[in-house]
């Protein structure tokens, strides 16, 4: 059974940074397509950054140049480093293991719990 438990959310000023980690059990880790999430109040869930096997990358635009995905295939754990926050930041992140290389959640099979994140101005 696959599992994925987010840990490293908290609240932060803006101009702040976080590392958001996702560790992953119960299927073969390094082979598959990861990615993180976040959903705002009142707000739909939308494809934060994504990256496959192989370390390549995609990023939603207002995030690109601020956050960075990463992935430690020894640990079986993902990343999300979060600079320069900023309060529409603020979100529940969640990470997700899928059968593709998108930013579309309905590529993805398994999430996680989520991790709280907010931003104050």
């Known amino acids: 059974q696959v599992q994925l438990v987010e840990s490293g959310g908290g609240s932060v000023q803006s101009g702040g940074s976080l590392r958001l980690s996702c560790a992953a059990s119960?299927?073969?880790?390094?082979?598959?397509?990861m990615a993180w999430f976040r959903q705002a109040s009142g707000k739909e869930r939308e494809g934060v950054a994504t990256?496959?096997?192989?370390?390549?990358?995609s990023y939603k635009d207002s995030v690109k140049g601020r956050f960075t995905i990463s992935r430690d295939n020894a640990k079986n754990t993902l990343y999300l480093q979060m600079n320069s926050l900023k309060p529409e930041d603020t979100a529940t992140y969640y990470c997700?293991?899928?059968?593709?290389?998108?930013?579309?959640?309905?590529?993805?099979?398994?999430w996680g719990q989520g991790t709280q994140v907010t931003v104050s101005s």
């Open positions: 997700a293991a899928g059968i593709w290389w998108s930013l579309r959640q309905d590529r993805y099979t398994d």
């Open positions: 119960g299927y073969t880790y390094s082979r598959s397509y």
């Open positions: 990256i496959d096997s192989n370390g390549r990358t």
